[in-house]
């Protein structure tokens, strides 16, 4: 009982700064900043090893979360909020540092879930472009629906909330595009296009 009034008390607090965040309030800004960046430099810290692009990373984190907080939302808790704003960009440095470099070592360690990778770098990005271009192939609304869950790190929830449908809608889009993408891609890997769909 004690655990549950707490973490209630935590999603009030968590509500009310979102509030005044979205109101322009620089002083509720700078608490989320003081409560989470700590937490944020530790956990990408283990990802990068540098210290240099971890405040890099966490400044350009906070700079958009300012910048958008106007639409801003979660149903949450702002830790996990921003925890999915930080793996978003860890996984977008990864995905330019291989197509510049033609190695994928960095993100093979942080998608530790693949046990191994056998194809080429040049095959990755292939299957990137591909995907790429798939997605621009999807109706209007599940290309919609499929990018805020993937790219804008959504829930169902939130999803349905932007969007005004219901979450059994929201997994149907989702669904229908992973279909459509896995269709489309079948001359590889089955590894490949799982490993492609968890970066989006």
Same mark, same amino acid.
């Given at each position: 009982?004690?655990?549950?009034?707490?973490?209630?008390?935590?999603?009030?607090?968590?509500?009310?700064?979102?509030?005044?965040?979205?109101?322009?309030?620089?002083?509720?800004?700078?608490?989320?900043?003081?409560?989470?960046?700590?937490?944020?430099?530790?956990?990408?810290?283990?990802?990068? !090893?540098?210290?240099?692009? $971890? /405040?890099?990373? *966490? =400044?350009? @984190?906070?700079?958009?979360?300012? &910048?958008?907080? %106007?639409?801003?939302?979660?149903?949450?808790?702002?830790?996990?909020?921003?925890?999915?704003?930080?793996?978003?960009?860890?996984?977008?440095?990864?995905?330019?540092?291989?197509?510049?470099?033609?190695?994928?070592?960095?993100?093979?360690?942080?998608?530790?879930?693949?046990?191994?990778?056998?194809?080429?770098?040049?095959?990755?990005? !292939?299957?990137?472009?591909? $995907? /790429?271009?798939? *997605? =621009?192939? @999807?109706?209007?609304?599940?290309? &919609?629906?499929? %990018?805020?869950?993937?790219?804008?790190?959504?829930?169902?929830?939130?999803?349905?909330?932007?969007?005004?449908?219901?979450?059994?809608?929201?997994?149907?889009?989702?669904?229908?595009?992973?279909?459509?993408?896995?269709?489309?891609?079948?001359?590889?890997?089955?590894?490949?296009?799982?490993?492609?769909?968890?970066?989006?």
């Amino acid at each position: 009982m004690t655990i549950q009034l707490s973490n209630n008390l935590t999603m009030l607090q968590d509500f009310h700064l979102l509030q005044r965040l979205q109101s322009g309030d620089e002083y509720a800004f700078k608490q989320i900043y003081e409560q989470h960046w700590e937490s944020l430099y530790i956990k990408a810290y283990k990802r990068l !090893d540098d210290p240099d692009l $971890v /405040e890099e990373i *966490i =400044q350009q @984190l906070f700079v958009e979360l300012w &910048e958008q907080r %106007e639409t801003v939302a979660f149903d949450k808790n702002w830790s996990a909020y921003l925890q999915g704003m930080l793996k978003h960009k860890i996984l977008m440095y990864f995905r330019k540092r291989y197509a510049k470099e033609s190695h994928f070592e960095e993100i093979r360690q942080y998608q530790t879930e693949m046990a191994t990778l056998t194809e080429s770098s040049i095959l990755q990005r !292939d299957l990137l472009n591909q $995907v /790429e271009k798939l *997605i =621009q192939e @999807l109706p209007e609304k599940t290309r &919609e629906v499929f %990018e805020l869950s993937r790219k804008s790190y959504l829930s169902n929830k939130e999803i349905a909330e932007r969007l005004s449908i219901s979450t059994k809608t929201v997994e149907y889009h989702i669904n229908m595009a992973l279909q459509f993408l896995r269709k489309h891609c079948q001359e590889y890997s089955s590894l490949f296009v799982f490993f492609i769909l968890n970066l989006l």
